[in-house]
């Protein structure tokens, strides 16, 4: 499975960014989708998921602000993101995760955001 990430960039506090991960696999098929992030110094972390049910989970720093939602038919999940930070910058990843006798993750390559004025 590959994930292909896009839609990241410069944009100033206060606005917005639609980021999509284009997969070439079957999505509907994946147990859950997810976005997460990186900035420079730190771990990795889970900013919003979204399983093959449909049921969405975010973290507190981004609730309220953003929205994950997946499109089965063009295979792509979107993260909508509102009210940018600063503390939003970071790469974000896009994730598939399918779960069986064994979990496998897949990963995108990541896409920049940067929020500065």
């Known amino acids: 499975v590959q994930l292909v990430e896009s839609g990241g960039g410069l944009v100033q506090p206060g606005g917005s960014l639609r980021l999509s991960c284009e997969t070439s696999?079957?999505?509907?098929?994946?147990?859950?989708m997810g976005w997460y992030r990186q900035a420079p110094g730190k771990q990795r972390e889970l900013v919003a998921a979204?399983?093959?049910?449909?049921?969405?989970n975010y973290a507190d720093s981004v609730k309220g602000r953003s929205t994950i939602s997946r499109d089965n038919a063009k295979n792509t999940v979107y993260l909508q993101m509102n009210s940018l930070k600063p503390e939003d910058t970071a790469v974000y990843y896009c994730?598939?995760?399918?779960?069986?006798?064994?979990?496998?993750?897949?990963w995108g390559q990541g896409t920049q955001v940067t929020v500065s004025s």
């Open positions: 994730n598939a995760r399918v779960v069986g006798i064994v979990t496998y993750d897949y």
């Open positions: 696999g079957t999505i509907s098929r994946m147990n859950a």
């Open positions: 979204i399983t093959s049910g449909g049921s969405t």
